[in-house]
């Protein structure tokens, strides 16, 4: 069974920046993708970010060029770096592990979650 646990959320203005961090314990980073998902208020979760064990990224449109995943050497520690951050990114934000590699666009479920941390991002 694995243990994600998230760090890093906040509140930040507009234009500022935060790093998540996701500690992963009792998973072996092999065969499937990492990732970090977010959840606004009224809206259904989606996948924004994911990385393979090459490290081959991809992300949604909405954060392309504003945020980068990656993750320690170990592979035991996944982050999530937001710059030039905006209100639409508030939003509860969960690390998943087990995630089959998202693919035109669809973002399979994984098979472990993060309990989320909550990023604020006023204007």
């Known amino acids: 069974q694995a243990h994600l646990i998230e760090s890093g959320g906040g509140s930040v203005q507009a234009g500022g920046s935060l790093k998540l961090s996701c500690a992963v314990a009792g998973y072996s980073f092999s065969g499937y993708c990492m990732g970090w998902f977010r959840q606004a208020p009224g809206k259904e979760r989606e996948g924004i970010a994911s990385?393979?064990?090459?490290?081959?990224?991809t992300y949604k449109d909405s954060v392309k060029g504003r945020f980068t995943i990656s993750t320690d050497n170990a592979k035991d520690t996944l982050y999530l770096q937001m710059n030039s951050l905006k209100p639409e990114d508030t939003a509860m934000y969960y690390c998943a592990a087990r995630l089959p590699c998202p693919k035109g666009g669809v973002w399979p479920g994984p098979l472990y979650w993060g309990q989320g941390t909550q990023v604020t991002v006023s204007s």
């Open positions: 990385i393979k064990t090459d490290n081959t990224t």
